[in-house]
């Protein structure tokens, strides 16, 4: 199997993928909304087929003679009238579609750990829903659940920027976000395993209030934690829900709720928070 395709590649978790795909030796190709955006990484590739995956004409024979198609598409922030159903549910069906069409021999997927007992949250709903119809589409699949991405800890260095951390509680729940490139080498990895489902994190598991002061630390200031409590956050969701659209509501629900849980993957990698953190200054 030396033939992959990567749909989301203009993501974060996407350029990644890209890079690793080629560094691992496959023949890689990207499929891409807009390659122009796309040619701005300086990222070697073999080809990059153009279309909209969420128009499944355009999908026709960007498969053909593919191995393997590895999907990291999905959306945090609604944008273009799009829901996640539109994005991370039929899109991804879409594609799915067009590989067992065209003989593809493995279909890999990047979905969010915990995503089956989130399944009430609009993000969550979507995903699990392509996740069950991969499970029983006949094709060769693995289910990659990973951890927070650094990339969504950046808010958390911001709050130490401006001198204050803010925490929903006592700060003791712990999590263990991953950082792109390690998670890019799990994907990859998959192309060679049997594993339909493979849950993964960052080499730390962290407690909120570590996170906080490893921020703090990063951008030299004091540490300053302000606790609330859990009835506010539950109150502004409630507030946020009746007010907010679907399309505005959809992420806080769904990061207000995994800061509220643990959220604890089997510990990989190499990168750490305080050198992502220090990468941001």
Not at 44 to 68: F, G, M, P, R, Y
Not at 110 to 126: D, M, W
Request: glycine content about 6%; hydrophobic content about 40%; aromatic content about 10%.
């Amino acid at each position: 199997m030396n033939k992959v395709l990567i749909a989301g590649a203009t993501g974060y978790l996407g350029k990644f993928l890209t890079k690793e795909v080629k560094k691992q030796g496959y023949e890689t190709k990207v499929l891409v909304r807009n390659p122009a955006k796309f040619k701005e990484f300086n990222i070697e590739v073999d080809e990059i087929i153009q279309a909209e995956i969420t128009v499944k004409k355009t999908l026709h024979e960007s498969c053909n003679n593919i191995d393997v198609v590895i999907s990291s598409v999905g959306i945090t922030r609604q944008r273009d009238g799009l829901t996640y159903m539109d994005v991370d549910y039929q899109a991804n069906m879409n594609l799915l579609e067009e590989a067992i069409k065209a003989g593809v021999k493995k279909f890999i997927y990047v979905s969010v750990l915990n995503g089956e007992e989130l399944k009430h949250l609009k993000i969550c709903e979507a995903k699990e829903k392509f996740a069950e119809k991969l499970k029983k589409s006949g094709i060769d699949y693995s289910i990659i659940r990973p951890n927070a991405f650094f990339a969504d800890m950046a808010e958390f260095y911001n709050m130490a920027k401006n001198g204050r951390f803010y925490i929903f509680g006592n700060g003791k729940l712990k999590c263990n976000p991953i950082h792109g490139e390690d998670l890019a080498k799990v994907c990859v990895d998959a192309i060679k395993t049997d594993d339909n489902l493979i849950k993964v994190g960052g080499p730390q598991t962290l407690t909120q209030t570590e996170i906080a002061q490893i921020a703090f630390k990063t951008v030299n200031k004091k540490v300053k934690i302000t606790h609330i409590p859990d009835w506010i956050r539950r109150m502004m969701l409630g507030l946020c829900r009746i007010f907010l659209s679907s399309k505005s509501y959809g992420p806080i629900e769904f990061f207000m709720t995994v800061l509220s849980i643990d959220m604890i993957a089997p510990e990989y990698g190499a990168h750490t928070l305080e050198d992502f953190f220090e990468t941001l200054e």
